[in-house]
């Protein structure tokens, strides 16, 4: 059986954008309350008494936006600097990062993902559904460009950039934003656009396969296949002489359920197994605060571990529906 030893934290259901993917406006959102979201020390807690000693070393600090957490740098910081941790990374939206990147990267965290649908400043303002501008007169794209910049700068590696491709919208850019891999060691990974809490969105062609992306980026430079860096489900490959690589997440168009390795924790304590299936989540929130003993929770989360393969949603995206979950990505913590 696979070994699940990869937790991914959403540390916030909220959010400073609202993707059309993820939270498309109109969306009504019942956002968790203050007194709901696990507190730093509650996560430290289960991360420390249970998630560790049942052999989970990898973290993911996620959302909704986890730049919107307060605390994040004495959290990471806390985090990191536990012995068994091997490796803390975070997948944000880059809004804000620019001023937290140093502090971030010496509180100990190294990896970062950052979202960056779109090289082109309307399309991505389309995308976010935002057209605001900051108080300073920038636009949203300029702050998680220079997010981005600055991340680079202060030394994160492997930094990626996270590209869910999206039909009539940004599928225009996939060679433009390829090419960023060729003189800067970053990492594109396109993402198939999933039908999670979104399915108005995701009706004709909700989404573009992975073989065809990479077709169009072979047909202009060529590709060979390149060396996996992190733990996640990408394909890599390489456009010939590029500093970095490319990687497609095909979790529409292949089933990569039998080399899960990850479980998922919400921002309200719910340990859950899958990231498409509601079966077999645990409360891990309202057992902390009743006083349930750390064995008992150890147990009930090796017990997961040992059902989690038949939980496992074991189905690719069939073509014919739109799927049914309840919560969308921004909420379960992608
Ligand atoms: N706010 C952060 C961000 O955008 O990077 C972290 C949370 S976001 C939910 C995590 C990742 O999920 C992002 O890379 C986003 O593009 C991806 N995502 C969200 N909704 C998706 C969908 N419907 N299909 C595929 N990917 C999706
Ligand atoms: Fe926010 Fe990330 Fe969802 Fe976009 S993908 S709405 S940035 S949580």
Not at 51 to 57: D, H, K, S
């Amino acid at each position: 059986m696979n070994q699940v030893d990869y937790l991914r934290i959403s540390l916030i259901d909220r959010c400073n954008f609202r993707c059309q993917y993820c939270m498309p406006e109109g969306t009504e959102l019942d956002y968790i309350l203050k007194q709901n979201l696990l507190t730093n020390q509650e996560l430290l807690t289960l991360i420390q008494e249970v998630f560790i000693p049942v052999g989970f070393t990898r973290f993911r600090l996620t959302g909704g936006e986890p730049l919107l957490r307060p605390g994040l740098v004495e959290l990471v910081e806390a985090m990191a600097s536990l012995p068994e941790t091997q490796d803390i990374s975070m997948t944000t939206n880059g809004f804000l990062l620019a001023p937290v990147a140093q502090n971030l990267y010496n509180a100990g965290l190294r990896r970062i993902n950052i979202s960056l649908d779109s090289l082109d400043s309307d399309t991505f303002n389309q995308i976010i559904g935002n057209k605001k501008i900051d108080h300073r007169g920038r636009s949203q794209w300029q702050n998680v460009w220079d997010g981005i910049q600055t991340a680079y700068q202060v030394g994160f590696d492997p930094l990626k950039l996270n590209v869910v491709v999206i039909p009539g919208i940004n599928d225009c850019e996939i060679l433009d934003l390829a090419a960023l891999t060729i003189h800067k060691k970053w990492h594109v990974r396109f993402i198939e656009f999933m039908p999670i809490g979104n399915s108005e969105l995701f009706t004709g062609k909700g989404w573009i396969a992975s073989a065809e992306i990479r077709q169009q980026i072979r047909d202009r430079w060529g590709l060979t296949e390149a060396e996996v860096c992190g733990n996640g489900p990408a394909d890599i490959f390489k456009i010939p002489g590029a500093q970095g690589t490319l990687g497609f997440i095909s979790q529409m168009s292949e089933c990569f359920c039998d080399k899960c390795n990850r479980v998922r924790l919400s921002a309200d304590g719910w340990l859950r197994p899958c990231l498409l299936n509601e079966t077999g989540q645990i409360d891990l929130k309202t057992a902390l605060r009743q006083g349930v003993s750390m064995t008992t929770l150890r147990e009930q989360l090796q017990e997961l571990l040992t059902v989690k393969s038949e939980i496992n949603f074991k189905q690719r995206y069939s073509g014919t529906t739109t799927g049914n979950y309840s919560r969308t990505m921004s909420q379960i913590g992608g």
